[in-house]
């Protein structure tokens, strides 16, 4: 007994393989700059919390309505904002300094969280201030998105590790995805609404302290004498000519519009077809985090961006069949199913997109160019949020949601008919940069 007491203690004690150990120090080599580390905590904590509100907000607005068009009004009042203020933030984030004007919108946006709480912990809570405050997010929104995709390319170190820390960045996204609508489902169904805003507004403080720590010459405030819309114009034109951005840009815009509002319908699709509760709700958000958590892993371990082209197409295309599938399902157990392989292909294509604009952007557009990337996604998903929840109440949630999944599955066999014209392109672009050679082939991008 003693003799195999030693030796259970002995193989309890051994330390992991070094290959093992070298795995998990590539999956995270990101993290070993330490600005970036310091953002990915504290924007981790952060991201948990404004999972929390996104599920409060929606269950709190179907419980006051019960209304399948205001699911989609409020949507479209939290992203709208953002579509039209966008392309002007672009401008402001390439002139000013990215870590001050970041530091800006996480103290607004725990100002919003904080008033949301106090209305609805308060019982004067109405439709009208959802609306309101939502609208607001949704402007702070329009300079948020582009100046976090854009930061990153400051706190990382070593910029062949861009394409891991975007990777990281959608995990961390994606694992608040997992836990914050858990954490709301049980305190919404146990405690209201109101506890989980006001822990959202609690959980900006972790964001504000890391971005206060981060110490890096981020760049400076760019005098100019140029016009802010001439700026925009040249903006405007880059994305427009240049092939790859532009054909990635609108096949995005056309999964945002298209299969986005699965997620905005999800609270009916709960209530109505599975009878569940908010919970239930919950549950399924969490299916989606846990495929969408598994893809930017799978993403992370990828060794460079060659291919990511490829992957952009065939999970767009999976992701409109899987929505498709989901519109007919009565069943929980396939629905979670089909969820965690929808939000798998959903995020392979989004980060997969995010990667590789950011590696052939210019880098004095790159906060322009995120700009309209900010665009196709809070311009065309609450419209379609808001077109969804119309139609939905006209035709039902099930044949909506098929009509989704077939527009997203559409645009991804377009998009696909495109990759020849793309690959001419972007291959001069990593061969300059030393990614080709990498592999010694200049034709590996799209394998």
């Given at each position: 007994?003693?003799?195999?007491?030693?030796?259970?203690?002995?193989?309890?004690?051994?330390?992991?393989?070094?290959?093992?150990?070298k795995?998990?120090?590539?999956?995270?080599?990101?993290?070993?700059?330490?600005?970036?580390?310091?953002?990915?905590?504290?924007?981790?904590?952060?991201?948990?919390?404004?999972?929390?509100?996104?599920?409060?907000?929606?269950?709190?607005?179907?419980?006051?309505?019960?209304?399948?068009?205001?699911?989609?009004?409020?949507?479209?009042?939290?992203?709208?904002?953002?579509?039209?203020?966008?392309?002007?933030?672009g401008?402001i984030?390439?002139?000013?300094?990215?870590?001050?004007?970041?530091?800006?919108?996480?103290?607004?946006s725990?100002f919003?969280?904080?008033?949301?709480?106090?209305?609805?912990?308060?019982?004067?809570?109405?439709?009208?201030?959802?609306?309101?405050?939502?609208?607001?997010?949704?402007?702070?929104?329009?300079?948020?998105?582009?100046?976090?995709?854009?930061?990153?390319?400051?706190?990382?170190?070593?910029?062949?590790?861009?394409?891991?820390?975007?990777?990281?960045?959608?995990?961390?996204?994606?694992?608040?995805?997992?836990?914050?609508?858990?954490?709301?489902?049980?305190?919404?169904?146990?405690?209201?609404?109101?506890?989980?805003?006001?822990?959202?507004?609690?959980?900006?403080?972790?964001?504000?302290?890391?971005?206060?720590?981060?110490?890096?010459?981020?760049?400076?405030?760019?005098?100019?004498?140029?016009?802010?819309?001439?700026?925009?114009?040249?903006?405007?034109?880059?994305?427009c000519?240049?092939?790859?951005?532009?054909?990635?840009?609108?096949?995005?815009?056309?999964?945002?519009?298209?299969?986005?509002?699965?997620?905005?319908?999800?609270?009916?699709?709960?209530?109505?077809?599975?009878?569940?509760d908010?919970?239930?709700?919950?549950?399924?958000?969490?299916?989606?985090?846990?495929?969408?958590?598994?893809?930017?892993?799978?993403?992370?371990?990828?060794?460079?961006?060659?291919?990511?082209?490829?992957?952009?197409?065939?999970?767009?295309?999976?992701?409109?069949?899987?929505?498709?599938?989901?519109?007919f399902?009565?069943?929980?157990?396939?629905?979670?199913?089909?969820?965690?392989?929808?939000?798998?292909?959903?995020?392979?294509?989004?980060?997969?997109?995010?990667?590789?604009?950011?590696?052939?952007?210019?880098?004095?557009?790159?906060?322009?160019?995120?700009?309209?990337?900010?665009?196709?996604?809070?311009?065309?998903?609450?419209?379609?949020?808001?077109?969804?929840?119309?139609?939905?109440?006209?035709?039902?949630?099930?044949?909506?949601?098929?009509?989704?999944?077939?527009g997203?599955?559409?645009?991804?066999?377009?998009?696909?008919?495109?990759?020849?014209?793309?690959?001419?392109?972007?291959?001069?672009?990593?061969?300059?940069?030393?990614?080709?050679?990498?592999?010694?082939?200049?034709?590996?991008?799209?394998?």
């Open positions: 007994m003693q003799s195999f007491g030693a030796q259970t203690e002995h193989s309890s004690s051994t330390p992991p393989s070094p290959s093992r150990l795995s998990v120090q590539f999956l995270l080599r990101s993290l070993h700059s330490r600005n970036y580390r310091l953002f990915f905590m504290g924007h981790g904590i952060s991201l948990i919390g404004t999972w929390m509100q996104q599920i409060a907000v929606s269950w709190l607005i179907y419980r006051l309505s019960g209304s399948s068009f205001l699911l989609g009004a409020v949507a479209f009042s939290a992203q709208f904002p953002a579509f039209l203020m966008a392309p002007v933030a401008v984030v390439d002139r000013c300094n990215r870590q001050r004007l970041f530091l800006i919108t996480q103290i607004c725990m919003q969280a904080t008033l949301l709480a106090f209305f609805v912990l308060s019982g004067f809570i109405q439709i009208w201030q959802i609306i309101v405050l939502s609208s607001f997010l949704g402007f702070i929104n329009a300079f948020d998105m582009p100046l976090r995709q854009s930061l990153v390319v400051d706190l990382v170190e070593k910029k062949e590790d861009l394409s891991n820390a975007i990777a990281l960045n959608s995990s961390l996204f994606n694992g608040a995805r997992l836990i914050g609508p858990s954490i709301a489902g049980a305190l919404v169904a146990s405690v209201g609404e109101g506890i989980c805003f006001a822990i959202n507004a609690v959980s900006y403080l972790a964001v504000i302290a890391a971005i206060t720590a981060i110490r890096i010459p981020l760049n400076p405030s760019v005098k100019t004498n140029r016009h802010v819309f001439r700026e925009l114009k040249e903006g405007f034109d880059y994305v000519h240049f092939i790859p951005i532009r054909n990635i840009l609108a096949l995005f815009a056309i999964t945002s519009f298209m299969g986005i509002p699965y997620v905005i319908l999800l609270p009916i699709f709960t209530r109505e077809i599975l009878q569940g908010a919970r239930t709700y919950g549950f399924l958000m969490a299916a989606i985090g846990i495929g969408a958590l598994c893809a930017t892993i799978y993403l992370a371990s990828r060794r460079n961006v060659l291919g990511l082209t490829k992957v952009i197409s065939v999970s767009a295309a999976v992701f409109g069949f899987l929505v498709v599938c989901f519109a399902s009565n069943n929980l157990i396939v629905s979670l199913i089909l969820l965690f392989l929808a939000g798998f292909a959903i995020i392979a294509q989004i980060a997969s997109s995010n990667t590789i604009l950011q590696t052939i952007v210019d880098n004095d557009k790159r906060g322009r160019v995120m700009s309209f990337y900010t665009m196709a996604l809070m311009g065309s998903a609450p419209l379609g949020g808001l077109a969804a929840g119309y139609i939905a109440a006209k035709i039902g949630v099930k044949a909506t949601l098929g009509i989704c999944g077939l997203c599955l559409v645009g991804a066999i377009v998009f696909a008919r495109t990759l020849p014209a793309m690959h001419a392109i972007i291959n001069p672009i990593y061969e300059k940069m030393g990614i080709l050679r990498e592999v010694g082939l200049s034709d590996k991008a799209d394998e």
